[in-house]
């Protein structure tokens, strides 16, 4: 079997990524300050600091791919500590790919939908960044050291939903709890995004992979939508009250940092590159539907 070595290991990503792939890899999930245990999956603790650090756990696991999905994704505690946020975002993301690269070992860098000021519907790769906050911004350098020193990394910006964990929620978990519990949620009409399930993702990136396919491909759903249509939509699918949906708008939570207002991106260079038609977001509420008995408990 092939190695696949995961950072951020305890995350949302990492964790549905390792139970997705664990019977058809060998698969390392990379902690460190949150230790978790699944069935099936090795782990092991790194804070990859340091690029010595990074090039002794790819020499200890010598994984075939490794998948870099640690990172500072709090967009307020990334304006509260910068430095922080440059550590995480940045120097371990940089640290990574120097290692991945002297080892030759393939790299898939994930990255995030809010690297744009957000006066543009669909995205694509070839558009210019405009970061508008701390996190857009160290994202974007993350994304650019890696280019840097790793030419044949995958990067891949995304925005998606799935079961989360007993200590993380994702955005579908915290609707559909407050639904459930007859509590009202209020979300935003006027951000935009391209949403794509979890496994769906996963399956991308691995066709990609299948392809030795490298640089920036944005690995999101077809469909634009608010973040209150999202709501409906996942409603709908779950047969629960939409009637609890409250219509808000962004400008009125005056606590958040400054975001974009669409985060929407293209996914054409993706359906071109591989060929392929991604389920729709209809049929992916329906997996994540038939999927919940399954839901992670570490």
Request: charged residues 25%; neutral net charge.
């Amino acid at each position: 079997m092939k190695k696949i070595l995961i950072t951020g290991g305890s995350g949302l990503l990492a964790v549905n990524w390792a139970l997705a792939m664990r019977d058809e890899y060998f698969i390392t999930l990379i902690l460190h300050n949150r230790k978790i245990s699944l069935q099936g999956v090795n782990t092991d603790t790194s804070s990859l600091s340091l690029f010595d650090d990074c090039i002794s756990l790819l020499g200890k696991h010598r994984p075939d791919v490794v998948i870099h999905s640690a990172g500072l994704t709090n967009v307020e505690e990334c304006e509260l500590n910068p430095d922080l946020a440059q550590e995480v975002n940045v120097i371990l993301a940089e640290n990574i790919a120097k290692a991945c690269h002297a080892q030759g070992v393939k790299l898939v860098h994930i990255s995030t939908d809010h690297l744009f000021s957000g006066d543009k519907q669909y995205a694509c790769e070839k558009d210019k960044p405009n970061p508008v906050n701390i996190y857009a911004e160290t994202k974007l350098r993350g994304e650019q050291k890696i280019s840097e020193t790793c030419p044949s990394a995958l990067i891949i910006r995304t925005n998606f939903f799935g079961w989360g964990t007993t200590y993380r929620q994702s955005f579908s978990d915290y609707i559909l709890n407050r639904l459930r519990n007859n509590i009202k949620v209020e979300l935003f009409t006027d951000v935009f995004f391209t949403p794509i399930l979890i496994d769906e993702l996963i399956r991308c990136v691995h066709y990609l992979l299948d392809i030795n396919a490298s640089g920036i491909f944005n690995v999101v759903g077809s469909d634009r939508l608010s973040k209150y249509e999202f709501g409906v939509k996942l409603a709908e699918s779950f047969k629960l009250d939409i009637r609890l949906l409250n219509k808000t708008s962004i400008f009125n939570r005056l606590d958040l940092v400054k975001r974009p207002l669409d985060m929407s991106l293209s996914n054409a260079k993706l359906k071109l590159t591989l060929d392929y038609n991604l389920v729709s977001l209809v049929k992916q509420f329906e997996f994540l539907k038939e999927s919940e008995q399954e839901t992670l408990f570490c």
